[in-house]
């Protein structure tokens, strides 16, 4: 290839990454590899390439490549370490991060946050223990008076809490929270910055709502028809989205609301400092956090005050151990005696699950026979909710019930399910005829996926949500098996609220195989699809009481009705 055509190959191919159009632009970068394999400027876009579509052991390559042709290329160490992590590749990624450090080629932040990486799947129990304390120390350490690093939020410093991973074990999270929380502020200043109005609420309560996953997303659909249900004679409401929130047709509903004048939406700044800024000149009586932890930007934004009374519910079902977080907004069937114990907020309880849930939508149609099917159990849920304490049960249900196959859905680049595959082979009751893994579903397969299990498992310690809202679609039960912590509840409280009669709720892990079973083979298990799918048309799909109560829990903290 002559010089001319391969730079206008390559102004080509840079054009389409510019524009994400990532699959276009690593076919043409593809071509000009072939006739320069060492050119450093087509590696690295390469490994862009490959990290934006998921295809980390591509991009992978591409930068181990880049570091044998020059070890001392600026961010090649901090940008392996990432595509490393994203692969649950935590030994490797550390040790290339000590590479990094030892020989000033990485960021300072990467000595701190190669200590707080904790593993999507762990190989077993005593994984997560040793990660686990790993971050412990590592906290206690900056906690420490003789520490005094800082760092800089706004120059590239930003630190990837533990805080969502930590969630999906048995272990309670409150402390260690509350710990990290402190050891965020110290290390970073401008999450000391808490500032609002202290006057009193006159008129209309100004809300500010903030998500980068307003859009199609769970949260999204979780949790628009709760917003859009906000009075706008007694609110004004203001919705924050991210530089990084994607278009979809969710987002265009958040739009349109703007025209209808129930709302406004606001994108903000990447700068934490500027984010502060930003919203401090609106003068907020109350935000609300939908899903504090999933989005890294809004987690550290979440531990400053910003308004008098601050709110997160159950778009991460896990106590935030944040001061700055008032309150716990939940449904009272979610919890028990023992739950508030566990959360920094003050559970702020209805009666309804905090949603106006949509009822699916499929065009296809189950037959009565494939409802009527039996011995077929599916956890159709991420797969890093898979405790290794739950790889029990799979292999004690196919062990009492020789028919039963049990299916799990793959992720969609396949990293997690690599890892779980791995784990679960170790044990010689293993049977990959009888443990299937699909390949990911579009929403419709999914949705008829559901319909046709006898029976659906909730992981343990980190349970269904949004999954078995969907399932009711068709009504498959769904076995559960509650502990004090609301993350393992949601299924328990959306029984309650579409008023079950002896829904499959475990006490032991021997009663949850016992139940699964005997669903799996009830000869009339499709009228009981039949009895749940009404329960949730009546009780769970579109509750406008549940918009009702948000609009008087949420002023009756400023004494307003």
Not at 146 to 170: A, G, M, R, T
Not at 239 to 266: C, Y
Not at 451 to 473: H, K
Not at 537 to 561: H, P, Q, R, S, V
Request: with cysteine; net charge positive; glycine share 4%.
């Amino acid at each position: 290839m002559n010089k001319y055509l391969a730079d206008e190959l390559y102004k080509t191919a840079y054009n389409h990454l510019q524009k994400k159009n990532y699959g276009k632009s690593a076919v043409l970068f593809e071509k000009l590899l072939k006739d320069y394999p060492k050119n450093l400027s087509v590696l690295k876009n390469l490994s862009h390439c490959y990290a934006f579509m998921r295809e980390f052991e591509k991009a992978e390559n591409f930068i181990k490549e880049i570091i044998s042709i020059k070890p001392d290329e600026p961010f090649a160490y901090q940008f392996l370490a990432s595509i490393l992590k994203d692969q649950d590749k935590i030994e490797e990624a550390t040790l290339i991060v000590n590479q990094g450090l030892e020989n000033g080629l990485i960021n300072e932040k990467w000595e701190i946050q190669k200590n707080l990486f904790f593993p999507k799947i762990p190989t077993d129990k005593n994984d997560i223990i040793k990660y686990r304390k790993k971050i412990e120390q590592e906290i206690e350490k900056i906690l420490n008076e003789s520490f005094q690093k800082k760092l800089d939020y706004d120059n590239d410093q930003i630190i990837v809490p533990p805080h969502v991973d930590l969630s999906y074990s048995d272990w309670g999270n409150l402390e260690l929270n509350k710990k990290s929380v402190k050891a965020f502020k110290k290390l970073f200043k401008n999450l000391n910055n808490d500032s609002y109005s202290k006057s009193e609420t006159k008129g209309k309560i100004k809300i500010g709502i903030v998500s980068e996953f307003f859009t199609d997303h769970t949260i999204g659909k979780l949790y628009k028809d709760l917003i859009f249900s906000l009075d706008k004679n007694k609110f004004e409401t203001f919705i924050f989205h991210s530089q990084k929130t994607v278009p979809g047709e969710i987002f265009n509903e958040f739009k349109e609301k703007e025209n209808e004048g129930i709302l406004k939406n606001e994108i903000l700044p990447v700068k934490l400092s500027e984010k502060i800024t930003t919203i401090k000149k609106f003068r907020f009586d109350i935000i609300f956090y939908p899903d504090i932890g999933l989005s890294i930007e809004f987690y550290y934004l979440a531990l400053i005050r910003l308004a008098k009374y601050q709110i997160t519910t159950f778009g991460h079902p896990e106590t935030t151990g944040s001061e700055s977080i008032d309150f716990y907004l939940i449904s009272k069937n979610c919890v028990n005696q023992n739950t508030q114990k566990h959360y920094s907020e003050k559970l702020l309880l209805m009666n309804y699950l905090p949603m106006v849930y949509p009822k699916p939508f499929t065009k296809k149609k189950l037959s009565e026979d494939e409802l009527n099917k039996k011995n077929i159990y599916s956890c159709p849920q991420t797969l890093f909710k898979i405790h290794p304490d739950f790889d029990q049960i799979i292999f004690k249900i196919l062990e009492r019930d020789k028919k039963g196959i049990i299916y799990f859905i793959k992720d969609s680049n396949k990293v997690w399910y690599k890892k779980l595959i791995k784990r679960l082979s170790v044990n010689k009751k293993y049977d990959s005829k009888k443990i299937i893994f699909l390949d990911p579903l579009n929403y419709e397969d999914y949705l008829l996926h559901l319909g046709r299990a006898s029976v659906l498992l909730d992981p343990l310690y980190y349970g269904a949500g949004n999954s078995f809202f969907e399932s009711m679609l068709f009504g498959t039960p769904t076995v559960t098996f509650p502990t004090d912590h609301i993350k393992s509840r949601l299924v328990l409280g959306a029984y309650k609220q579409m008023e079950i009669d002896y829904p499959p709720i475990a006490t032991s892990i021997q009663n949850y195989v016992d139940l699964a079973v005997s669903y799996a083979n009830k000869d009339d298990i499709s009228e009981l699809k039949n009895i749940y799918k009404i329960a949730a048309e009546k009780k769970l799909f579109e509750t406008k009481k549940a918009g009702e109560e948000f609009n008087k829990i949420i002023t009756d903290l400023f004494n307003l009705t």
